[in-house]
């Protein structure tokens, strides 16, 4: 089972590169609107090149520009309000499905009267890389904590909950929150060594993942939430997944309250997108009051 239906992996990813790679290939970069055919911007490809409708040959999810979100981050106060901070690793926050999830998430908390911090790590332009000198930081807490570490510590400190954001590449978190995660939860600010082994050093926080997928089975959320067709193999995934946020969670000390992923993306040129899209708001909401408030 798991083997023919890899091949539909990435969303048809795969079938799709090539084609998509050969009519790139005859534009310059950035000359085409990503939802031209949503019609929700003017497509601005390049006079004589053939593709007009990216969204028609790409299995990335492209939000057409007037079903797209946002959500007024409050950053964090010194009050007494749970503070969510979400960690986004996207190059396309701002049209993608994913993107979509974040403002979403971050919507559910915000009215539940939440201070919400948003890092856009592309947008901060995050150095994700343990280089030579940076690694004994990372791995020992030795040295000072990296400038562009500190205010990222800080965040985390303030947060009570920590939801990391990311499509999924190749079943881990892609590069950038990857990298976030190996500097800024370094050896003597996300644990330390004791007399009796590793201690973690965020206790009381709550960890979560909400990452958007191009076939993992089917499913929108964790463990047991397939749509009742390959339901074995969806749990088989989340299950593996929740092996590995159980461990990082535990390692730093805190609790994984779980994962959203979403495997269930109306495509692009779907007449009911809007429906869809909607379903999925409502889905991610339902997951979220789970997860953080029933399950406690
Ligand atoms: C480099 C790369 C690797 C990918 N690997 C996987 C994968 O291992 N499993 C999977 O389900 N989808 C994979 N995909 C597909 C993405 O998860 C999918 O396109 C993405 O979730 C679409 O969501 P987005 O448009 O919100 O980014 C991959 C995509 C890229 C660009």
């Not at 009570?160 to 954001?165: L, Q, S, W």
């Amino acid at each position: 089972m798991l083997k023919i239906n890899r091949s539909q992996r990435h969303g048809g990813f795969m079938k799709h590169n090539l084609l998509l790679a050969a009519l790139l290939s005859s534009l310059s970069v950035g000359c085409y609107a990503a939802d031209a055919v949503s019609g929700a911007t003017p497509n601005h490809a390049a006079p004589g090149s053939q593709i007009k409708n990216v969204d028609a040959v790409t299995s990335a999810s492209i939000v057409p520009q007037k079903l797209r979100i946002s959500a007024k981050a409050t950053g964090f106060t010194d009050s007494k309000a749970k503070k969510v901070l979400f960690v986004v690793g996207d190059p396309r926050f701002d049209q993608s499905l994913e993107g979509f999830l974040v403002n979403t998430a971050a919507n559910f908390f915000l009215k539940k009267g939440y201070e919400v911090e948003i890092r856009d790590l592309y947008k901060i332009r995050f150095n994700p890389v343990i280089t030579p000198e940076n690694f004994y930081h990372a791995k020992d807490g030795f040295g000072q904590t990296p400038d562009d570490i500190k205010p990222e510590q800080a965040l985390v400190s303030k947060a009570d909950y920590i939801i990391f954001c990311y499509p999924n590449w190749h079943d881990s978190p892609n590069a950038i929150t990857k990298g976030y995660m190996e500097r800024v939860f370094s050896k003597k600010f996300a644990y330390q060594d004791t007399p009796k082994g590793l201690e973690g050093l965020l206790k009381g926080k709550g960890i979560y993942t909400i990452m958007n997928a191009g076939w993992l089975g089917g499913g929108q959320g964790n463990v047991g939430d397939g749509i009742g067709k390959l339901d074995a193999v969806w749990d088989k995934y989340l299950g593996a997944y929740k092996v590995v946020d159980d461990d990082t969670a535990g390692f730093w000390g805190a609790k994984n309250l779980g994962r959203f992923v979403n495997d269930q993306s109306p495509s692009n040129l779907n007449p009911q997108y809007q429906q869809k899209l909607q379903k999925l708001a409502s889905v991610l909401d339902a997951r979220l009051e789970r997860d953080f408030f029933r399950n406690k």
